[in-house]
């Protein structure tokens, strides 16, 4: 029982990332009609916000200690970093150990930013092409930025680790008598994920803003003939769901060390939650999201890969095929979307 | 007077036949001396250094890089000497191979099995490399040893710990410095049974590829010799990033010790869910629960940060080692780079010297002369203590660590302590060992190309 529910957990956790990177997607298609290839690039460009700040934090002054040798036998350079000697040791320290959900500050304005010369810069260009144009510039663009990445922070993971009150596991089956350890980032994760859906969705749904962003989505040349600029609210879109893949990546690099590639790792499958959920749907992606998250769990588990060998590599797009033979437009999809 | 019956036809034939005869050994020592691949025939001698430069072993491929331009330097007879100066054999003399300057010239492994025989390949045909030299992954190591074996030029292996690269894929022009996953197994197995007990219930974790399984394989056979008990062993996708869904049936599976056969991110993400999920705060059957990484690197080391205290692991060479030669090396490449070197750095360096030592040896760049010299090679001053290349499968046989995630580091560099340095005696195994291919594996001819 507890098993199971452990991997319900897990499912959740990883389908929080999925159902965020899967929901930029969708508002970008939605809005702009483009298929954005470089959507994982910004989850990855997120999760080193954290890293950056982490860093940056930790920037020191160095003192040398001729006590203590280095590797080379010279007097070992002691490092301090700044914050500790203008806050103090302590309050220093806490600022460091916070730098995963601090960094939340400073992703919200970096991301915002990248979308906005992301679109305005290069996908602008490509509105009127065809979609395969698309999928090959924003491939394009992916790549760079990893590269840009690598080459500034290496090719090596970065540890980068949550606040120490939220290190370590609770026990969620102590209320019901039995044993359920869960890490508790991830925990924060799912919550922190759950609110940012909730925030999105709430934006569009009570907003004038949204609600002309949605109006857009349904019947753009309408809403333009109504002397509305949709095009700039639609750039305004695309940086916010530039925005949500950072938060994304910002509150995921506690849980795998952050490298160059993990937008990658993430684009394929999150395309696959886009097209499961219904290509356009916004309740779909989010939907997909935690439904293969949780599939992919369990498949991973012992049972699922004796029964059938390497059923967790394919249980994604098996349940992909499944649905887009039985549901064309997805689990949520709209009519004529990409059915021109 | 004499009367010859000698007539121009017959004196044109005969000088032509005494012609012929004459020129004839000529003929067969010229095409001998030619008669390899890449033959050095100017002032200077190319060494190929292939490496991951991209791909998620780009840092440990430039840490490699950094070595092989460190060894280039030192046989030139730039810099400090570094173990040029500690090296028990002295036909090294810092000018050069065999009188001719080193060069070289770098391909990108990107850690994918036909990019690195791409590479190679144009090293060799195109740049005249008569040596390949470096790599991260036993897939490759495999694949470009095959190439070198076919195209007659020696291959030095970088770092590969896969028993087939010695073992069932041996090749005659082949070589590792590098310990194997059988190695590892044999160190790490006493210290096991000290540190653990006899009586573990251990549950693997294994990467899905060729090294993640002879890992895997040893490890049991070793703790299985102990009295431990293998509750499961699960293969992971090399590509998983969220070891979560695998870590969590540990929790109920009765085990109380989780071994990771995995490498680089796989391994640093593994071990991060591993602790995340508290597994190294749980108590099961009585004991503390315990994770073992088999092959460690500082690489690997660095990005696992705080999770590996405490974790033990084994390794072919650590900067910590106070041995002549590494004290030597950490000299050179510290003070030439400001970091102490890596295992993959130093393993790249030995096997540049060991090469050209064994051209110096041999008076000839011929692949199968060099091999000739490389057999049965013992020496000291390297590095790793003393070490013997055996004939009979290429592999250098020397002390292995054994090696924990230190509970206190000092500084970005002692994130690992050495906890026991198991002498070669232990780690050396019959050259048709099973899990080395058996009475089937063969070295095959050396093949010297052209």
Not at chain 2, 17 to 35: D, E, H, Y
Not at chain 2, 96 to 121: M, N, P
Not at chain 2, 319 to 348: D, H, I, R
Request: hydrophobic share 45%.
């Amino acid at each position: 029982m507890d098993a199971f529910i452990l991997q319900i957990l897990n499912g959740l956790d990883k389908g929080s990332a999925y159902a965020l990177i899967a929901l930029g997607l969708t508002l970008i298609f939605g809005t702009l009609g483009v298929v954005n290839f470089a959507h994982g690039a910004l989850f990855m460009i997120g999760a080193f916000c954290a890293v950056s700040l982490s860093k940056l934090l930790q920037l020191s002054y160095v003192t040398i200690d001729e006590t203590q040798k280095d590797f080379l036998g010279n007097p070992l350079k002691v490092e301090t970093p700044y914050v500790e000697s203008w806050f103090g040791p302590e309050v220093g320290a806490a600022i460091i150990d916070w730098s995963v959900p601090l960094s939340i500050l400073l992703a919200i304005p970096v991301m915002i930013l990248v979308g906005l010369i992301m679109e305005r810069g290069l996908i602008k260009h490509f509105y009127k092409r065809e979609h395969a144009d698309q999928i090959l510039v924003t491939f394009g663009l992916a790549i760079v930025l990893q590269e840009i990445v690598k080459y500034y922070f290496g090719a090596n993971p970065i540890q980068t680790p949550p606040p120490d009150a939220l290190l370590g596991v609770s026990n969620l089956g102590a209320w019901f008598g039995f044993e359920l350890p869960y890490p508790n980032w991830r925990i924060v994760y799912f919550c922190f994920s759950a609110l940012v859906i909730a925030g999105v969705f709430a934006f569009l749904q009570f907003t004038t803003f949204g609600m002309v962003v949605r109006a857009g989505m349904a019947d753009r040349e309408t809403v333009g003939l109504l002397g509305i600029d949709i095009d700039k609210r639609f750039t305004i879109m695309f940086a916010i769901a530039a925005c949500v893949a950072g938060l994304a990546g910002v509150m995921y690099a506690p849980i795998n060390p952050p490298n160059y590639h993990m937008g990658m790792d993430f684009l394929v499958l999150s395309f696959v939650v886009v097209v499961v959920g219904g290509m356009g749907s916004l309740p779909g992606a989010v939907l997909a999201g935690f439904m293969l998250g949780i599939l992919e769990s369990f498949a991973s588990t012992t049972w699922a890969t004796t029964t059938l060998p390497g059923i967790n590599q394919i249980i994604i797009y098996l349940v992909a095929i499944i649905v887009l033979l039985t549901r064309p437009r997805g689990l949520m999809g709209r009519k004529g979307v990409m059915e021109e | 007077m004499s009367k010859t019956n000698y007539t121009r036809r017959r004196v044109l034939k005969t000088g032509a036949v005494a012609g012929a005869g004459v020129a004839l050994p000529t003929i067969f020592t010229a095409q001998s001396a030619a008669a390899y691949t890449n033959e050095p025939t100017g002032s200077s001698v190319t060494l190929g250094f292939n490496v991951p430069q991209t791909g998620p072993y780009a840092d440990e491929g430039n840490d490699e890089l950094l070595a092989q331009q460190l060894a280039v330097e030192h046989l030139n007879g730039e810099g400090d000497g570094g173990c040029l100066n500690t090296f028990t054999s002295k036909a090294l003399k810092g000018n050069g191979i065999l009188g001719k300057k080193v060069e070289f010239v770098t391909g990108d492994t990107q850690t994918k099995s036909d990019a690195a025989r791409a590479s190679a390949k144009s090293m060799i045909e195109k740049d005249g490399a008569v040596m390949i030299n470096g790599g991260s992954s036993s897939g490759v190591a495999v694949a470009v040893q095959g190439l070198c074996q076919e195209a007659g030029v020696i291959f030095m292996a970088g770092l590969t710990h896969a028993n087939d690269t010695t073992g069932k894929d041996r090749k005659a022009n082949g070589f590792r410095h590098f310990f194997n996953a059988y190695m590892s197994g044999a160190a790490l197995a006493p210290v096991l049974a000290k540190e653990m007990g006899n009586d573990r219930n251990a549950y693997h974790l294994t990467a899905d590829y060729n090294w993640g399984w002879t890992q895997e394989e040893s490890i049991v056979a070793s703790t299985e010799a102990l009295g431990w008990n293998t509750v499961n062993t699960v293969k992971t996708p090399l590509a998983s990033t969220d070891f979560s869904s695998y870590i969590a049936p540990v929790l109920n599976s009765g085990a109380d010790t989780l071994v990771l056969n995995h490498y680089g991110g796989n391994m640093i993400n593994s071990l991060t869910n591993a602790v995340q999920f508290g597994l190294l705060d749980k108590v099961v059957n009585g004991k503390d629960f315990k994770i073992v990484v088999p092959l460690y690197s500082e690489l690997m080391a660095a990005g696992a940060g705080a999770n590996i205290k405490g974790v033990l692991g084994s390794m072919n060479y650590n900067w910590q080692l106070q041995n002549e030669g590494s004290k030597q090396f950490v000299k050179s490449f510290g003070e030439k780079y400001g970091k102490p070197p890596s295992n993959s750095a130093q393993t790249c360096y030995a096997q540049v010297l060991l090469y050209a030592d064994a051209c110096e040896r041999a008076g000839t760049f011929n692949p199968c002369g060099v091999a000739e010299a490389l057999e049965n090679f013992e020496f000291d001053g390297l590095g790793n203590g003393k070490t013997m290349y055996r004939k009979d499968d290429h592999q250098c046989f020397k002390d292995v660590l054994v090696v924990r995630g230190a509970e206190n580091p000092t500084n970005a560099y002692d994130t690992l302590e050495i906890v026991e340095i198991t002498p070669a005696e232990q780690v050396t195994y019959a050259p048709n060992h099973p899990m080395f291919g058996g009475d089937e594996a063969t070295l095959g001819t050396c093949n010297a190309g052209a």
